[in-house]
């Protein structure tokens, strides 16, 4: 039977997810390098603990992966086992469920305003996704009202966690869950009929 694309990563696939890891990523070069990337899932138990991928995660991974790979008949030259790292990229839907209240740091695939990349807290809306943006500079959060870009994930050239980091260099907890999308921003006190309207890139077509 010949490979096919579909066939290698579904091989990949089903390995990583067999061992209890997710698959972030994966990668093949034409030089034939096959380049995995790993994360742990949340309420898995694993030979150590924290939420963070280890290197004997990895290690592990390659060697049920070089067996798999092997019996499948999918040719590669070199195979690498990572973490996501703290930057983790957002590729599948199930990312952006699983990260909704985590700061994210946007680029899109057309500029909006002048610009492609966006940073804030990420959310979900009713027909797509929201990011509640930080307060302009020098401004208090409460003080002015609260920002937000609308988009769909077609709209999204990459996405990624921005790192939060502790004292001790391990990821933190992501960051706390902002308001509801529709729900009234903070910012003037409620009666003054004053609410930020959120940026769409609806509106810019």
Not at 51 to 60: F, G, I, K, L
Not at 171 to 180: G, H, L, T, V, Y
Request: with cysteine.
């Amino acid at each position: 039977m010949p490979e096919t694309a579909v066939s290698w990563q579904q091989a990949i696939d089903r390995t990583v997810s067999a061992l209890g890891y997710e698959l972030v990523d994966v990668e093949r070069s034409a030089g034939g390098l096959l380049r995995v990337t790993i994360d742990r899932v949340p309420g898995n138990r694993y030979e150590s603990a924290g939420d963070a991928v280890t290197v004997d995660d990895c290690e592990r991974v390659t060697r049920q992966l070089q067996y798999a790979l092997d019996v499948d008949g999918i040719d590669y030259a070199r195979l690498e086992v990572s973490s996501p790292g703290v930057d983790r990229p957002l590729k599948k839907p199930a990312d952006w469920d699983r990260f909704a209240g985590s700061e994210v740091d946007l680029t899109l695939r057309s500029p909006f305003q002048g610009r492609k990349r966006w940073r804030g807290v990420l959310q979900p809306r009713d027909a797509g996704w929201r990011l509640l943006l930080p307060p302009p500079e020098g401004k208090a959060a409460g003080v002015a009202p609260a920002e937000a870009l609308d988009f769909e994930l077609s709209e999204v050239r990459e996405a990624r966690l921005v790192p939060q980091l502790d004292f001790k260099g391990r990821r933190a907890r992501p960051a706390a869950a902002a308001p509801e999308a529709g729900l009234r921003p903070s910012g003037p006190p409620r009666g003054s009929g004053k609410v930020a309207k959120p940026h769409s890139l609806e509106e810019q077509r």
